[in-house]
């Protein structure tokens, strides 16, 4: 969509102050539902999101267990107040997509041979939405995963990059989203650097996609180390406490 919004100046600052390399403010709490098995807040820019995780457990209705390994069910789910407009509440194709490349995204990593029959249910809750909720999801989903004590290879992370009125540029704030040229959203296993999502939304040259590939992996990379503080607060205060 083009505008006469100028989304990055002569400087190359962007609307927010941040440079192209830059990614907006990220908070992340561990363990802050009581009844979920684990569970994270986290914010990111202006968005807020929540996941609960349940499992895993016997896996209901009885014809979807996999009797090999534990089916893993995210559930993305974005509130009615969460955007401008109200949004219209219950799965839409959006919800859905995500959903389903989430759950992809986590199959790869988590060890689900050791729980056959069992399913694994991640829901995530998007409260305030304001562009890059899929990679908030899932980078949230990987530290409610490790609250939870579920086995995985390695803690997902996500990040995206994109192109704003010609410059590639890292994680698109919500005018960049709306008014920008391509937006590439990316998970990977910090660890061994193992591609779980990877998105595309508009167009870039070869180039382009190199330099936006590259600021989404650093970004990726800044925000398991994000990741990994969070957990450790929680279970160092946990430790102290006794
Ligand atoms: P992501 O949130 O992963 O970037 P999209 O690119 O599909 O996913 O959406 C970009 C942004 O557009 C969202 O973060 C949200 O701010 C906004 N948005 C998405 N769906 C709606 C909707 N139904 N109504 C209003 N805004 C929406």
């Known amino acids: 969509m083009e505008s006469d919004i100028k989304l990055i100046d002569n400087n190359g600052k962007r609307l927010d102050g941040r440079s192209e390399g830059d990614l907006r403010n990220i908070k992340i709490e561990a363990g802050v539902l009581h009844r979920a098995d684990g569970s994270c ?119 995206a990059a994109g192109k704003i009125q010609g410059n590639v540029v890292v994680d698109l704030g919500k005018e960049e989203d709306n008014f920008g040229d391509a937006d590439l959203p990316i998970g990977i296993s910090p660890r061994t650097g193992e591609i779980l999502l990877l998105q595309m939304d508009g167009h870039l040259t070869l180039e382009e996609f190199n330099k936006a590939f590259d600021y989404a992996i650093e970004g990726c990379h800044k925000v ?10 929680k279970y160092q205060s946990v430790v102290e406490e006794k």
């Not at 398991?224 to 607060?233: R, W």
């Open 224 to 233: 398991s180390e994000i990741q990994k503080k969070a957990i450790l607060e």
């Open 41 to 159: 807040y986290l914010e990111w820019g202006g968005n807020k999101v929540l996941v609960a995780v349940y499992g895993p457990r016997e896996a209901i209705p009885r014809h979807s267990q996999n009797p090999l390994r534990a089916i893993v069910n995210a559930r993305y789910n974005m509130a009615a107040f969460s955007v401008e407009d109200r949004k219209r509440p219950g799965p839409d194709r959006r919800s859905r997509e995500i959903s389903k490349v989430i759950s992809e995204a986590l199959e790869k990593v988590i060890l689900t041979e050791q729980f056959p029959r069992a399913a694994i249910d991640v829901n995530i809750e998007v409260l305030d939405a304001e562009a890059g909720t899929r990679c908030a999801g899932l980078t949230a989903a990987g530290v409610a995963l490790a609250d939870a004590g579920i086995p995985m290879k390695d803690i997902p992370a996500s990040c």
